[in-house]
């Protein structure tokens, strides 16, 4: 009979220690995230390109396209962070060193072929490389001396 009161007496005490709850205290832990969005277009890189008089109208034109021999296109490399990509354009060229005397009729810029006015449609999140080229007309011959030119490329995203 005392061993079966040991026992319960056992069993009370034994599930009220371990019946006890010992609460347990939450940690909180914040976890960051860091970056960078960068809207619109970048420019990553560009090449200048070189100019010389035109093989098939002599000295009445400077320009950076095949038919100036010598010459070579410039190149520019754009990424735009649009989904919907970008559309690139190019303006006239504007002399930005020449001889006084030296007047141009016509001046036209090209982007990969196309008319730099037009511009090009490119894809978004991508690195795109775009041949950027030039040509300047006179209807006088134009004068020898240093000539520099300056298109200013545009990528505006859509």
Same mark, same amino acid.
């Given at each position: 009979?005392?061993?079966?009161?040991?026992?319960? =007496?056992?069993?009370?005490? *034994?599930?009220?220690?371990?019946? @006890?709850?010992?609460?347990?205290? &939450?940690?909180?832990?914040? $976890?960051?995230?860091?970056?960078?969005?960068?809207? !619109?277009?970048?420019?990553?890189?560009?090449?200048? *390109?070189?100019?010389?008089?035109?093989?098939?109208? !002599?000295?009445?034109?400077? /320009?950076?396209?095949?038919?100036?021999?010598?010459?070579?296109? /410039?190149? %520019?490399? %754009?990424?735009?962070?649009?989904?919907?990509?970008?559309? $690139?354009?190019?303006?006239?060229?504007?002399?930005?060193?020449?001889? =006084?005397?030296?007047?141009?009729?016509?001046?036209?810029?090209?982007?990969? !072929? @196309?008319? !730099? +006015? @037009?511009?090009?449609?490119?894809? /978004?999140? +991508?690195?795109?490389?775009?041949? %950027?080229?030039?040509? &300047?007309?006179?209807?006088?011959?134009?004068?020898? *001396?240093?000539?520099?030119?300056? $298109?200013?490329?545009?990528?505006?995203?859509?």
């Amino acid at each position: 009979m005392f061993n079966r009161k040991l026992l319960i =007496s056992a069993i009370i005490f *034994g599930s009220s220690f371990f019946g @006890v709850s010992f609460s347990a205290q &939450a940690e909180n832990q914040d $976890v960051f995230f860091n970056g960078n969005y960068a809207s !619109g277009c970048q420019f990553t890189s560009k090449t200048d *390109g070189t100019v010389t008089p035109n093989a098939l109208f !002599g000295a009445n034109s400077l /320009g950076s396209i095949a038919t100036y021999p010598d010459a070579s296109s /410039g190149e %520019v490399k %754009v990424t735009c962070s649009s989904l919907l990509g970008a559309q $690139v354009t190019a303006s006239e060229p504007e002399a930005v060193t020449a001889p =006084s005397n030296a007047q141009f009729s016509t001046k036209l810029s090209f982007l990969d !072929g @196309v008319a !730099g +006015t @037009v511009g090009i449609p490119i894809i /978004g999140n +991508t690195e795109t490389t775009i041949k %950027v080229d030039m040509s &300047a007309s006179s209807a006088s011959p134009i004068p020898t *001396g240093d000539y520099k030119f300056k $298109v200013v490329v545009t990528a505006t995203p859509n």
